[in-house]
């Protein structure tokens, strides 16, 4: 048999079964103000019993929830999605319009209202050799972006004070204006949305929390990347404004041509050069590759521009495994200066083979 393990929610908020919205409403601000986290600090007990209280406002302040619980009781809510609260943030945002009501501004806490936003992305343009961009590389980059300031932690003020709360807009960092029945509600104009006034600013990062700062970034370069591929670093780029997550950083790959190697897709092409003798009677010779020398064998009569491939011998595939080829093409070179002795060995060969010369 399971047992129900949690408090009643109408005990919790010590009100009867029958109570009203309004009734249960101010019960739940009652306790709400009793236990809040920033008026018991470092007290456990007292934040459990605030997110108890939470969490049976939220049933019981819904109708349909309120209806499921009286019910089936807790069971009863486990088909709705509903699980409490993660945590006391949690509650801040699913109740800001009630600790607005308690406390002013948004529960209490000495948060900025203006919102979070991300850093900015930074990009960085490098130049890698080819063989690097073959075999893949890692690099270690310097990169200027702003962080929290040092100095004052990321308060804006001098070190020693701290900022204080808008005179004007009571650190919620809105006003607002009634008219009648209507109320509408601006930034404020004097702390600009922040809900605070520095009135020292820190002398580093002149008051905005955040300076300008030097990082080394560990980049990695994979096997087979090409010039224009762009890689991304999240969480490289600068940090966000009020909390904001940070941006990424976007690295712009430039590859250096290689002297003698060329590259279409995966593989490599390049070209040799082999003597008329050569390619008459076969020969074999070492042809440069990404990987050193290797032989090749040069067939019995090859004629200029015959294709040769090495499989495998390319550059590694960036998704998936394996390389591309190496391409071979073979230029015949004529020689333009002989001596007297190969000069009248060609033209005994000439009249041999029936053809005529000068």
């Known amino acids: 048999m399971i047992t129900d393990m949690k408090n009643d929610y109408y005990q919790v908020l010590g009100v009867e079964k029958n109570a009203s919205p309004e009734d249960i409403k101010k019960c ?3 306790l709400a103000m009793q ?3 920033d008026r018991n600090p470092g007290n456990k007990e007292a934040e459990e019993r605030f997110k108890e209280a939470a969490e ?6 819904d109708d ?3 209806q499921i619980y009286d019910r089936y009781g807790h069971e009863g809510l486990n088909g709705t999605g509903f699980r409490g609260f993660s945590g006391v943030d949690d509650i801040f945002s699913s109740f800001s319009d009630i600790f607005g009501d308690i406390f002013g501004f948004g529960g209490g806490r000495s948060r900025s209202r203006t919102a979070a936003r991300p850093g900015a992305d930074l990009r960085y343009d490098m130049a890698i050799s080819f063989m690097e961009a073959a075999f893949g590389t890692l690099k270690e980059i310097e990169v200027v972006k702003y962080e929290t300031c040092q100095d004052c932690k990321g308060l804006g003020a001098a070190p020693g004070t701290t900022p204080e ?3 004007r807009c009571k650190g919620r960092g809105q006003i607002t204006q ?3 029945f209507f109320s509408v509600s601006t930034t404020c104009p004097q702390c600009r949305g922040e809900g605070q006034i520095i009135s020292d600013p820190c002398h580093t990062c002149r008051g905005s929390g955040r300076s300008k700062t030097k990082k080394n970034v560990s980049v990695k370069i994979p096997a087979g990347v090409e010039a224009g591929s762009r ?3 999240r969480g490289e780029g600068e940090q966000g404004d009020h909390g904001g997550p940070y941006g990424d950083l976007y690295v712009f790959i430039d590859v250096h041509p290689h002297e003698f190697f060329q590259r279409t897709g995966d593989d490599v092409i390049c070209r040799i050069s082999i003597s008329f003798i050569q390619a008459a009677l076969g020969a074999t010779v070492e042809v440069p590759t990404l990987d050193g020398k290797e032989k090749l064998k040069i067939p019995r009569g090859t004629q ?3 294709i040769f491939r090495l499989k495998g011998r390319g550059v590694a595939h960036l998704r998936g495994y394996g390389r591309g080829d190496q391409i071979i093409e073979t230029v015949v070179v004529i020689p333009s200066d002989m001596n007297r002795k190969q000069e009248a060995l060609l033209k005994e060969y000439a009249k041999l083979s029936g053809d005529a010369v000068d």
């Open 165 to 167: 709360p808008c005179t």
């Open 64 to 66: 349909s929830k309120r």
């Open 178 to 180: 009634t008219n009648g």
């Open 304 to 306: 200029p521009g015959k």
């Open 231 to 233: 890689l991304r670093l």
């Open 56 to 61: 049976a406002y939220e049933v019981l302040s």
């Open 35 to 37: 236990y809040h986290p």
């Open 28 to 30: 739940y601000r009652k």
